[in-house]
């Protein structure tokens, strides 16, 4: 039997490489929609990063002249900003460890017990993080005035631990509704005591959430402005310190500053994945 050949027409070369294209675009969208993304975010710290390294003829750093380390060489040059740096680390570091220890039990509280006021918390704790700041911000510069407590130190760690507190319940709370209560049965069904179950079972489960909370309130307390400029009186934090030196001319020394700290943020992810990608070619292993 004779089989007939194909008399379709096929496309020519020049017909089929739009097409071909067009393919490998649809099929690598999403790919190129995240790196675009990611690009967009990462385009103003990398001209923070080129303008350190920036010598301006002026008092403000915004155009670029010549090549230069010296603020590198010299990060305290200027007065009082590595004064306000530390300031900043400071409350950062006990908001942070403030913020994560309610949180965390707040999160257990109201993830693991039923009691009548729960809907009721739940509501207070999301409206932080929906309110704009400056009304928070307000509240609690009128709360401190009514209470005859001067502005300084401690209003603004208060004020950070306040707000840093929503998103501490929030990450916790969202990583114990998801833990298996048959891990901690099967603890104690092995005669574990209740501190022996807490600190072997559920602790290291929800470790990644509580070091998650943890780090946003750091993140979130380091670079608020809004709220620690109501409550902060005659202190200077590193946000105000740039804020002010903005309207007389900014210092090349607070991009070495914000270069480093970048950098820290970015070293500190990729030990954490090498870290988690070893753990887990262990445990496969």
């Not at 040059?77 to 309610?102: K, N, P, R």
Request: hydrophobic fraction near 55%; charged fraction near 10%; include cysteine.
């Amino acid at each position: 039997m004779a089989v007939r050949e194909s008399t379709a027409p096929t496309a020519p070369p020049a017909a089929r490489a739009p097409r071909t294209a067009l393919r490998w675009l649809r099929s690598r969208i999403i790919v190129i929609a995240g790196l675009c993304t990611l690009g967009y975010l990462i385009l103003p710290n990398v001209i923070v990063l080129v303008f350190s390294f920036n010598k301006p003829n002026g008092r403000f750093n915004y155009q670029w002249q010549r090549f230069s380390t010296d603020a590198w060489t010299d990060p305290c040059g200027v007065a009082d900003l590595c004064g306000s740096l530390g300031l900043s680390l400071q409350i950062a570091v006990w908001a942070t460890i403030g913020a994560t220890a309610l949180g965390t039990m707040i999160a257990f509280a109201l993830a693991r017990y039923r009691f009548r006021a729960r809907p009721s918390v739940n509501t207070l704790i999301f409206l932080p993080m929906a309110m704009p700041e400056v009304v928070m911000a307000a509240s609690l510069a009128t709360l401190f005035l009514n209470m005859g407590i001067q502005f300084g130190f401690w209003t603004i760690l208060i004020a950070h631990i306040m707000f840093c507190l929503s998103f501490v319940v929030t990450a916790v709370k969202a990583r114990v509704m998801s833990m298996d209560p048959r891990l901690e049965q099967a603890a104690q069904d092995l005669y574990a005591s209740p501190l022996q179950t807490f600190l072997r079972v559920t602790l290291p489960i929800a470790a990644p959430g509580i070091a998650a909370g943890a780090l946003l309130s750091f993140a979130l307390s380091f670079d608020d402005f809004i709220i620690t400029n109501f409550n902060a009186g005659s202190t200077v934090t590193f946000p105000m310190f740039v804020w002010g030196s903005a309207q007389r001319g900014t210092p090349v020394q607070i991009n070495v500053i914000g270069t480093a700290m970048f950098l820290v943020a970015v070293l500190c992810v990729v030990v954490g994945q090498l870290a988690g990608n070893r753990r887990k070619r262990s445990k496969r292993s």
